[in-house]
């Protein structure tokens, strides 16, 4: 069975400032990975995807993440945070069985 | 291009009251569809998928049920709301030829039960 684990439920971090979101899944099959933004009385919206090919993906508003098979992780980064980025990210694995489990959630603050 | 429309974006019910949150997709065609619900300060519980017209599969025994009467609608339903109902209510879609079933979620509704 498929699982998710984000390690950090909250990560605060000052404006400008570099920021890694950690993930780790467990499968057995291969698998493709994702991470979401949810705003505040949002929906989530897709920030990136691995599905196959080189292991470092780009996304939507600077983030990258980097899919490491050995390690089963799929940590999410960013160089520079703004104060915009505020907003809670969820970790989710597919293994094409047609549902998506997501991780628990990290909530990232930024600071000015 | 595709859409995913909910509503109401909020909803105040008393408990003991019923409930029916619809979600619809628009462009697009034997869509997957996915309630999901998030709790205060939780993440996302999957509730329900279905994979088309009258096929539902429920993730956890509980309070509320599901239908899809046409193709790209999805319906949340409860015959009698309980305080632990509140919480917000996500619908999502994704393309069953698609691999990697990536899903496409809606605004939310807002739910509480007083």
């Known amino acids: 069975a498929q699982s998710v684990t984000q390690l950090d439920s909250q990560v605060p971090v000052f404006e400008e400032a570099p920021v890694e979101l950690r993930c780790n899944y467990s499968s057995s099959v291969s698998v493709y990975l994702f991470w979401y933004v949810q705003y505040p009385n949002q929906g989530l919206q897709l920030l990136l995807k691995y599905l196959s090919g080189s292991t470092l993906v780009k996304g939507i508003n600077g983030f990258e993440a980097e899919f490491n098979k050995s390690q089963t992780s799929f940590h999410l980064r960013k160089p520079s945070v703004h104060i915009s980025d505020t907003a809670e990210y969820f970790c989710?694995?597919?293994?094409?069985?047609?549902?998506?489990?997501f991780g628990s959630g990290t909530r990232l603050s930024i600071r000015p | 291009s595709q859409t995913i429309h909910q509503w109401p974006a909020t909803l105040v019910q008393p408990v003991g009251s019923p409930l029916s949150l619809e979600c619809t997709v628009e462009g697009t065609s034997n869509p997957n569809l996915y309630w999901y619900r998030q709790a205060a300060g939780r993440g996302l519980q999957l509730l329900f998928y279905s994979v088309g017209i009258g096929q539902i599969s429920s993730e956890v025994p509980q309070n509320l049920s599901a239908s899809r009467p046409q193709d790209r609608q999805f319906i949340l339903s409860s015959k009698k709301l309980l305080l632990s109902d509140s919480g917000f209510y996500l619908c999502?879609?994704?393309?069953?030829?698609?691999?990697?079933?990536?899903?496409?979620f809606g605004p939310g509704t807002r739910l509480t039960v007083t």
């Open positions: 999502a879609w994704s393309v069953m030829r698609e691999p990697s079933y990536e899903q496409y």
């Open positions: 989710a694995v597919s293994d094409s069985a047609s549902k998506i489990i």
